[in-house]
């Protein structure tokens, strides 16, 4: 499975980016095998670690470069906030000579992170200030012919290349009592 990252890996690949726990088949990867790939052809790793959180994995300790975490699922666990997370490891050597003017906390104090934040790290992985969503804008004009968003959208044999078919059911459930979610499948299948 690894190989498989590695035959897709070309001049062009800026990053690789994986998530903890798999979606819709909730896989788990080998983070370490996937860092060293990433990390022998000197590219970052962006692990999406929002459903495994940290409480249960570190990804950075595994040799993830970068870390996100949408924080109003799993960590927030209500879902009344919207907030994210983007953790950098500090083990990843970026290349700021892109733009060596930049300047340095002398100059703006507290406020230079942030720029060196935007101007360094975002400008590599595309449109600032939501890189991943102008990826993902990409990717679904290329692969849903302009759709994207349902899983109606997706062409059957796309689906079922992901692990997505017609007789998959994937249930999310909150922070519930169990014996409450129980009762409530079972109210709902007796009435199909």
């Keep these: 499975m690894f190989q498989d990252f590695e035959e897709f890996i070309n001049e062009n690949t800026k990053t690789i980016f994986i998530e903890t726990i798999g979606n819709p088949k909730l896989n ?7 860092a060293r790939i990433a990390h022998s052809y000197n590219i970052p790793l962006i692990v ?29 666990g209500s879902g009344i906030s919207i907030s994210g997370v983007i953790i950098d490891s500090g083990n990843f050597k970026w290349d700021f000579e892109h733009y060596p003017n930049l ?4 100059k703006f104090g507290r406020f230079s992170y942030h ?20 990826f993902l804008n990409g990717l679904a004009l290329e692969q849903f012919n302009g759709y994207f968003g349902a899983i109606l959208t997706i062409r059957a044999m796309a689906k079922e290349n992901t692990g997505v ?28």
């Design 103 to 106: 300047a340095t906390s002398k």
């Design 165 to 192: 078919f017609d007789d998959l059911i994937r249930i999310s459930v909150g922070l519930e009592d169990i014996e409450d979610l129980i009762t409530d499948f079972e109210n709902t299948i007796s009435k199909i």
């Design 48 to 76: 999406d670690n929002t459903f495994a959180t940290p409480f249960i994995i570190r990804p950075t300790e595994l040799g993830a470069d970068i870390v996100i975490h949408s924080s109003s699922k799993c960590i927030n």
């Design 28 to 34: 788990v990867v080998d983070i370490n095998a996937i």
């Design 115 to 134: 720029s060196k934040l935007r101007g360094g790290l975002f400008k590599n992985l595309g449109s600032c200030l939501i890189p991943f969503n102008a």
